[in-house]
């Protein structure tokens, strides 16, 4: 859809909107949002499906960052909490702007672990991830995104039985506190179900982090710059309400078929049990996730009694 008029809120919600994010901003209602979820191009000579985005300098991409972050103010309620995705290049401008017109929360990196190799310079392999609110009061639901890894030194108590960590089997395990530092995270490549030739495109894992932990069933996920619509596919997947803003047309159909196929699978990978996994464990997770003899008779008995 395209926005040519005032529109309000139940008009927009679960829709993609192919237009520039400037040109839709005057047409959304006020402070609708709960979350936002920035990725916007990085200060770098990029393409995206033809359309090219310039390396601009440092002050004129902060101006840049300022003509959209600060206008999209408006449509945020006064608890809601932000995000914006940066690399090395132009994390500086993102603090600079975000600390001028929000609270600066915290800053993630994370490992990229894919990425060309340097023979003059250190491997790009990380990214930064600004966490922003509008004030003090905003939604952080630290056990929502508690991360499952394996323990590397199986302490025990006194009793000789596991301290802090569960054992299984298909290994030991720790359950910890999430971290600002997330090692935890494959780009998506070909042979993962939500893979698309978006030449930017965030993990559902990544995106499914933020939207967990910065808001509740039911709220609205904002993105003004959707690429293929990893947030709102995932703001779907885990119940919230979405609205994505993208200026190309293609991206925005490849938007709409993943959410399509959201409605068939709402799974995300590396997110199991309501947990996030370290990377490489997809076979201990289909392990956990395979019911007992016991279970299926449950659910062959639950399917036969329906009704």
């Known amino acids: 859809?395209?926005?040519?008029?005032?529109?309000?809120?139940?008009?927009?919600?679960?829709?993609?909107?192919?237009?520039?994010?400037?040109?839709?901003?005057?047409?959304?209602p006020d402070s609708f949002v709960d979350l936002l979820i920035a990725d916007?191009?990085?200060?770098?000579?990029?393409?995206?499906?033809?359309?090219?985005?310039?390396?601009?300098?440092?002050?004129?991409?902060?101006?840049?960052?300022?003509?959209?972050?600060?206008?999209?103010?408006r449509i945020l309620k006064p608890t809601a909490s932000?995000?914006?995705?940066?690399?090395?290049?132009?994390?500086?401008?993102?603090?600079?702007?975000?600390?001028?017109?929000?609270?600066?929360?915290?800053?993630?990196?994370?490992?990229?672990?894919?990425?060309?190799?340097?023979?003059a310079n250190w491997k790009n392999c990380s990214e930064d991830i600004w966490f922003l609110t509008t004030s003090r009061q905003y939604t952080f639901?630290?056990?929502?995104?508690?991360?499952?890894?394996?323990?590397?030194?199986?302490?025990?108590?006194a009793n000789g039985d596991p301290k802090d960590w569960e054992q299984t089997e298909s290994g030991n395990y720790r359950v910890t506190h999430p971290s600002n530092m997330w090692t935890d995270i494959s780009v998506p490549f070909w042979s993962m179900p939500e893979n698309t030739d978006h030449p930017t495109q965030k993990p559902e894992k990544l995106i499914a982090k933020l939207v967990l932990a910065s808001s509740q069933p039911n709220d609205v996920v904002f993105d003004p710059f959707l690429g293929?619509?990893?947030?709102?596919?995932?703001?779907?997947?885990?119940?919230?309400?979405?609205?994505?803003?993208?200026?190309?047309?293609h991206y925005c159909c490849l938007a709409?078929?993943?959410l399509a196929m959201a409605s068939r699978d709402d799974s995300i990978q590396g997110f199991h049990e309501g947990l996030f996994w370290e990377r490489n464990t997809l076979s201990q997770q289909r392990k956990r996730a395979k019911p007992s003899s016991q279970q299926q008779s449950l659910v062959l008995f639950d399917r036969e009694h329906v009704g």
């Not at 829709?15 to 520039?20: V, Y």
């Not at 995000?83 to 001028?100: F, P």
């Not at 639901?141 to 108590?157: G, H, M, Q, S, T």
């Open 256 to 258: 709409e078929k993943r």
């Open 82 to 119: 932000v995000y914006i995705c940066g690399d090395w290049r132009s994390s500086a401008a993102i603090q600079r702007v975000a600390e001028r017109h929000f609270i600066v929360q915290n800053r993630i990196t994370w490992e990229r672990e894919k990425g060309r190799g340097a023979l």
């Open 40 to 73: 916007p191009p990085y200060n770098l000579d990029k393409s995206f499906n033809g359309q090219t985005f310039k390396a601009r300098s440092p002050d004129e991409y902060e101006s840049w960052l300022e003509s959209w972050l600060v206008p999209l103010r």
């Open 228 to 249: 293929s619509g990893t947030t709102s596919v995932v703001a779907k997947k885990l119940g919230r309400n979405f609205v994505g803003v993208e200026i190309d047309q």
């Open 1 to 28: 859809m395209r926005l040519e008029g005032p529109h309000d809120v139940s008009t927009i919600l679960g829709r993609t909107i192919c237009q520039d994010v400037l040109l839709a901003l005057p047409h959304l």
């Open 141 to 157: 639901n630290v056990d929502a995104v508690k991360l499952k890894r394996r323990v590397i030194a199986p302490y025990k108590d």
